[in-house]
């Protein structure tokens, strides 16, 4: 997980940023495993499915299709940089953006 003061007081913020992460592809393993290991936890906290990224889903009513969704604005930023010879952002960056623009009030 992360040590960042982004997340001080607001344990649900990287919770999101995760979920965004595992909807493109770009989780990382060792994320993933403390997750899985988590996923009792959050469901009882949370409700949803047997698996964290439900319960995190479900922590903050997100339609069924989120995860495409997701991935279609991740493929969109991707375009839109080769597009225009630019970077793109970053997995972490991308879900940052994508948490603090659409999930968090």
Same mark, same amino acid.
């Given at each position: 997980?992360?040590?960042?003061?982004r997340?001080d007081g607001?344990?649900?913020l990287?919770?999101?940023e995760l979920y965004?992460?595992?909807?493109?592809d770009?989780?990382?393993?060792?994320?993933q495993?403390?997750?899985?290991?988590m996923?009792?936890?959050?469901q009882?906290?949370?409700? /949803?499915?047997?698996?964290?990224?439900?319960?995190? +889903?479900?922590?903050v009513?997100? %339609? *069924?299709?989120? @995860? &495409?969704l997701?991935? /279609?604005?991740?493929?969109?930023?991707?375009?839109? +940089?080769?597009?225009?010879?630019? %970077? *793109?952002?970053? @997995? &972490?960056?991308?879900?940052?953006?994508?948490?603090?623009?659409?999930?968090?009030?």
């Open positions: 997980m992360s040590d960042n003061v997340y607001k344990p649900l990287r919770l999101l965004v992460l595992k909807a493109i770009e989780l990382p393993l060792s994320d495993d403390t997750l899985n290991r996923a009792p936890k959050l009882a906290a949370f409700g /949803g499915g047997g698996t964290w990224h439900q319960a995190v +889903a479900a922590s009513r997100m %339609p *069924a299709d989120m @995860p &495409q997701i991935r /279609g604005m991740w493929e969109k930023n991707l375009e839109i +940089a080769r597009a225009n010879n630019v %970077p *793109a952002l970053t @997995p &972490q960056k991308f879900a940052e953006l994508f948490v603090d623009e659409n999930l968090v009030t």
